[in-house]
């Protein structure tokens, strides 16, 4: 029995040391631009504010958060914001779906649509479409930020309609934006 605990923790330690190891490489170029002049990195934001802002202002939050942060040269960020009755801060439209950019610690407007149901999967695909061809990149990262229900009822719940994304739906539309980089 001790020779097994102690093959786990040894494995355990390799696969932590590699792990490590094989990150530095993508840490090191984070802030540099590639030779085809794309930027190295961009965050996609899919952010549904919901109850969660209305009642809490739990996204004007972390948008507050994100604005602290001082980011790299060549690293780009993206938000889209809607699907809250009441947004708290930073003039983000109630009816309105809008996209902006963080630039030198600033919330800055690119885009503002007339308000649809984020959790339809066009209005995911097009917010996908729209990152992708703006900010194109080496290494895109999509956050979907709501509340969650799983596998069952999956997520976004915008709560000026009904529904919800499903698995389904996020994995189309992630699938259909990939084959058009």
């Not at 029995?1 to 932590?16: D, G, T, Y």
């Not at 990150?23 to 919901?50: H, Q, W």
């Not at 596998?151 to 698995?167: F, K, P, Q």
Request: glycine share 6%; aromatic share 8%; hydrophobic share 40%.
């Amino acid at each position: 029995m001790k020779q097994k605990k102690l093959k786990i923790k040894i494995f355990s330690l390799l696969l932590a040391a590699a792990l490590i190891f094989t990150s530095f490489p993508a840490c090191s170029n984070a802030g540099e631009k590639r030779e085809d002049n794309r930027d190295n990195r961009t965050v996609l934001i899919y952010m549904c504010g919901s109850n969660l802002e209305t009642t809490f202002g739990a996204a004007t939050k972390n948008i507050a958060e994100m604005l602290s942060v001082k980011l790299p040269k060549g690293v780009n960020v993206m938000i889209e914001t809607g699907g809250a009755k009441k947004w708290r801060d930073y003039n983000i439209a109630n009816d309105k779906i809008s996209r902006y950019t963080i630039k030198n610690g600033r919330l800055v407007l690119l885009q503002a649509l007339d308000r649809s149901n984020m959790s339809y999967v066009k209005t995911f695909s097009d917010f996908l479409d729209y990152g992708l061809k703006k900010f194109p990149a080496k290494n895109t990262a999509v956050i979907l930020w709501d509340h969650g229900s799983g596998c069952v009822n999956g997520m976004i719940s915008d709560e000026n309609y009904s529904g919800s994304l499903s698995i389904d739906d996020i994995k189309t539309a992630l699938t259909d934006a990939e084959k058009k980089i």
